[in-house]
Structures are given as structure tokens and as C-alpha cells.
């Protein structure tokens, strides 16, 4: 059974980088398939940030291009995201998922907040 | 980017009730589409992929059809634990991009 776990810091200063990670049992990531980020503000939808194919392509949301890094480190079987020059529009749930071309998003991680505030 | 438009936003129904979402897509995404249910502090869980493929361990009253640029997804019997917040993901192109949602409410 695939499982994944975001953690990271629940508090971030203005400007500084967000960084989190996700970590995968179950399923070694670099057997395949996609590895995403998702993101929802409060009360707000859903918003892809961007995903990663181990050994493949890297794809950014073109609203965060310019700020967003997801990179993979197989050894710990996990995934990272790094999002730069944040602001308080950027606190939200951030969520991580394995990503199929043929069937999309699942799973999905339990989400963890990051609050942007000094 | 493909741009979803999901319809209505919010909609009001009560238990035994068959109801009716859909998302509109931009461009056409032959049948790269998955819907999403969504209850108050929980990951989405995934309900439909490929459209109209149920994912294993969710109840038949789901079922998804669709393809190309208009998709919908309909709850034949509303049962209480129904009442959630839905969402349409397209993947077939990158960025992949959700619908706005759907909030189901109890009548």
C-alpha cells in the first residue's frame, strides 16, 4: 500500500523559502510514475503547484515558475518542494501525490499547513 | 493552460436526491479527467478516473462520463456522507489544473 507523508516547518517568514518534503512508502519513486504538489489556501480550491519524474521532467505551474523547485532524493525515497520569496498569499495546505498520466492524483498525503506570517 | 470550468459552485440537495456536476474544459482532454471528493480538513480522495472508470472501493451511486471538453459526474441516491465538496482534475496536459469545486450542501 503506497503511502505518503508531507512535513516541513508549519510557520515560514515573509520572503524567506518554504520547503517541505514528502515521503513515500510503499512504492519506490523511481519506479515510475509522476510525483506532484497541490496546494489549497483556506477555503479556498485546489491549485497544482507542479510535479516530477525521477530521472524525467520536472513540470511548474507557470503562476509559480519563477519561485517553485520540486526536486527527488531516491535514497530517502521522498520528494521536496521549494517555494521562494513567499508571502501570506502562499499559506495554505500543501499536499503531495503520486501522479498517473493515465489515471491522475492518487494517493494523496494527509496535507500540511504552512502559515506564511512574521 | 487548460482552464476547467466546473458547474454550479454550490448546490443544495437532500438524501435519496440524483445530482448532476460538471466540468467544461478549454480544449479537448480526450478522457484524462478524475473526480475528486473532498470533506472538511481531509485530502480529496479520488472517486473517477479515465472519466468514467470507478476507483476501487467507492460506491456504484458515483459514476463519471465524458470526453474530450465536457465531463460530468452524477450521484444517483444522495446519501448523507455525500455531502461534501467536489472537485474535476484535468491531466492531460501539464500544469495539470482543477475545476473551482462544488459544494454539496443538505437541503
Known amino acids: 500500500q503506497v503511502q505518503l507523508q508531507e512535513s516541513g516547518p508549519g510557520l515560514v517568514k515573509p520572503s524567506e523559502t518554504l520547503s517541505l518534503n514528502c515521503t513515500v512508502s510503499?512504492?519506490?519513486?523511481?519506479?515510475?510514475?509522476?510525483w506532484g504538489w497541490i496546494r489549497q489556501s483556506p477555503g479556498k480550491g485546489l491549485e497544482w503547484i507542479g510535479d516530477?519524474?525521477?530521472?524525467?521532467?520536472?513540470y511548474y505551474n507557470p503562476s509559480h515558475k519563477s519561485r517553485v523547485t520540486i526536486s527527488a532524493d531516491t535514497s530517502k525515497n521522498q520528494f521536496s518542494l521549494k517555494l521562494s520569496s513567499v508571502t501570506a498569499a502562499d499559506t495554505a495546505v500543501y499536499y503531495c501525490?503520486?501522479?498517473?498520466?493515465?489515471?491522475?492524483?492518487?494517493?494523496w498525503g494527509q496535507g500540511t499547513l504552512v502559515t506564511v506570517s512574521s | 493552460d487548460i482552464q476547467m470550468t466546473q458547474s454550479p459552485s454550490s448546490l443544495s440537495a437532500s438524501v435519496g436526491d440524483r445530482v448532476t456536476i460538471t466540468c467544461r474544459a478549454s480544449?479537448?482532454?480526450?478522457?484524462?479527467l478524475g473526480w475528486y471528493q473532498q470533506k472538511p480538513g481531509k485530502a480529496p480522495k479520488r472517486l473517477i478516473y479515465?472519466?468514467?472508470s470507478l476507483q476501487s472501493g467507492v460506491p456504484s451511486r458515483f459514476s463519471g462520463s465524458g470526453s474530450g471538453t465536457e465531463f460530468t459526474l452524477t450521484i444517483s441516491s444522495l446519501q448523507p456522507e455525500d455531502f461534501a465538496t467536489y472537485y474535476c482534475?484535468?491531466?492531460?496536459?501539464?500544469?495539470?489544473?482543477f475545476g473551482q469545486g462544488t459544494k454539496l450542501e443538505i437541503k
Open positions: 501525490a503520486r501522479v498517473s498520466t493515465m489515471s491522475g492524483a492518487d494517493p
Open positions: 510503499g512504492y519506490s519513486i523511481s519506479s515510475g510514475y509522476y
Open positions: 516530477i519524474y525521477v530521472g524525467g521532467s520536472t
Open positions: 480544449q479537448g482532454i480526450r478522457s484524462d
Open positions: 479515465a472519466a468514467s
Open positions: 482534475l484535468q491531466y492531460e496536459s501539464h500544469p495539470h489544473t
